[in-house]
């Protein structure tokens, strides 16, 4: 006896939790300094302020798209090989083929104002099974464009630094990935803000390269185009029509890449400011009229100034340096200044170019996470309002990526643009077959749906040639993990709706319980016992945790409060209006718990509260009801299954003991009610 009397005094030693407190308020404070301090969903003005107007749109959604130019002109170029006379040709058909994908998505955002993404539009259009596989290969895309967008701005820092400093590569690619990571932890409107800046400079160096490059040869456009006309007879006669077809295919599919974040902004949508469609299609002009000069324009810069590939350098290294390497002032070499600052940009857009990585990448996890093809967490909000779990999962799934690839960034554009058009192909489809069964509510229905056929005849043609080209040179390696990926998330979704079905069965059992005859509101009574029940929708494992709570307290409670959190996660984030919708959803819910308890005979009543971390909030809720009614006990259901496997412990959270621990602390009795789930031991 003497000894547990010690044990217990030690463990509730009071300079023990001092010092947890202390330790807990530091690493709060060192958190509130990295990340900032918490944004809440009940401030006013909360939700404008977190969004992005057009412009911001286009630096945090459109770099993706303008900074393919570093890699993507290089890779057409480069597969034209000696027979560089098709570039201008290659340029336009290029600036077309960015011009039809961006109209065709500026289409879909119109259809779909939450979110025109690949993911949405093939689930809505095409069936839940084609959601998955444009959803698996969207975030296999994306973790690979915060590769490729890193590994080719390494490249562009590289290209003017000594031989021997390339094995730093890999380091600085992964702690570049580690600050974007804590810049968008951070929030995405305030990583934007940081990196604009970059991306205007951007813009500046290469307006001065490209119309600086081809106004130099306006004097001698009538000899360039004669040279064309005589190598292009020459190569005619060389290749023949269908080999010159294949050539031009070949190169024209190779740079494929230079397409790959179009997608990015119809899948950011919900971050725009209102009106969001509007604030859309503007940020895709812009990116698509950025996209279509910049990378057009590098492409007819390479083939008038000769470039060569050259070991250790990137092609836009020595384009400039053939640009601009000879310029002089008084005598004094400037042009390398020009050139440092130009690769200096692009190598920091490419970087900027991850956001689209992170700020959609976490996004079509949340919505994927929602429709239970992914664990529900990934759908949940930071104290930040931030999608946490998705950009910690999605940075490190990058690094992983950089490093089993070495950082080769020719490799990973290889894999990378295989799940690009895989996902273009799915949407243009699905808007296809969705204007083909609606015609008869469009008479005008041919002229919508003819850019979508375009569209889906160019996407699914480049992804055949990529497939072909690519597969075994990197290729087999995205299709081996986007197909791991799908068939992950149908094991997943399958064992959510096991765990469903034994759901709905208790609701079955339940919730249609007759009312009682004559019933009337009975009141809370002061003093009293009283049960506190932490509850969601009205339903069967509400009203299991209720009726367990009478068989294991038999007259004991004579009060039932039942207490709520609205969860606001990454679904649900999209104003003050769908907000209050929610809560008043919530409060109906709760006043049929109210009522059935009255039936019984206890005095009832709700709580409510609002907040992105049930957790903080359901602790705050149930301080206040302790405090009010001192005699209460806390109730929490939790899922118990027949044989807990270690994925269980990921797809479905510890939200009850958590609370149990905290309220138990605060010197609160809790105790966890367990629902026995049977049958659901196989994913």
Known sequence: MEQSSTDNSSDSDPSSIIGDNSEKRLLTKIRRTILGAPRSIKEPGVFHRISLIAFLAWVGLGADG???????????????????????????????????????????????????????????????????????????????????????????????????????????????????????????????????????LFLITHVILIFGGIGFHLTEA???????????????????????????ARAYSMGAGTYTGIEAV????????????DTAKRTMMYMAISLAITAGGIM?????????????????????????????????????????????????????????????????????????????????????????????????????ILMVTGGETRTLILMYSINVFLTFSLSQLGMVRYWIKNRGQYPDWIRHIVIHVVGLVLCLSILMVSIYEKFTVGGWVTLILTSGLIILCLRVRR?????????????DILIDIPPAIGWTSEKIIPNANTAVLMVKEYGGLGIHSFLTVQKLFPNH???????????????????????????????????????????LGYGSMYRIADGTDVIEEMEKLSAQIFKEYPRSIFFAGKLVFEREKWYQRILHNETAYAIQRRLQFGAMNCMVLPVRVFATNKM
């Open 66 to 200: 303008l900074s393919s130019s570093a890699y993507g002109p290089d890779e057409s170029f480069r597969a034209l090989e000696s027979h560089t006379y098709l570039a201008v040709v290659l340029a336009l058909a290029t600036a077309l083929t960015v011009f039809i994908i961006s109209y065709s998505y500026s289409r879909m955002i119109e259809h779909f104002p939450s979110g025109g993404g690949g993911y949405t539009v093939a689930s809505r259009l095409l069936g839940s099974h084609f959601g998955v596989v444009s959803g698996s290969a969207l975030l296999v895309d994306y973790v690979l464009t915060i590769s490729v967008s890193i590994a080719s701005g390494a490249d562009q820092v590289f290209s003017i630094l000594p031989p021997q400093w390339h094995q730093y590569k890999l380091m600085v690619v992964a702690v570049v990935i580690f600050l974007l990571m804590i810049l968008n932890l951070r929030g995405v409107k305030e990583s934007v803000t940081i990196l604009m800046p970059i991306f205007l």
């Open 222 to 248: 009538q000899n360039i185009a004669g040279q064309m006309h005589t190598d292009f007879s020459s190569g005619l006669a060389a290749l023949g029509f269908f080999g010159m077809l294949g050539l031009f």
């Open 266 to 277: 119809s899948n950011g949508v919900p971050i725009m400011r209102e009106p969001k469609i």
């Open 300 to 400: 007819v810069c390479y083939l008038l100034y000769h470039v060569t590939p050259i070991a250790g350098k990137t092609m836009n290294a020595v384009l400039l340096d053939r640009f601009a390497g000879s310029w002089t002032l008084g005598g004094f070499s400037i042009g390398w200044i020009f050139v440092i600052v130009t690769l200096a940009s692009e190598a920091a857009l490419l970087f900027v170019a991850a956001q689209a990585g992170f700020i959609d990448g976490p996004r079509v996890m949340a919505n994927m996470a929602v429709d239970s093809w992914l664990p529900r967490r990934f759908a949940s909000l930071s104290d930040r309002l931030t999608m946490q779990n998705g950009v910690i999962l999605i940075a490190a799934s990058a690094i992983g």
């Open 495 to 507: 064992h959510y709706r096991k765990v469903g079905d034994h759901l709905k069965r208790l609701d």
């Open 557 to 599: 409670f004579k009060n039932v409060i039942f207490i709520s959190v609205v969860n606001v996660d990454a679904s649900t984030l999209k104003g003050k209006d769908e907000l209050d919708q929610m809560r008043t959803e919530q409060q109906n819910h709760l006043l049929k718990y109210v009522k059935f308890a009255n039936q």
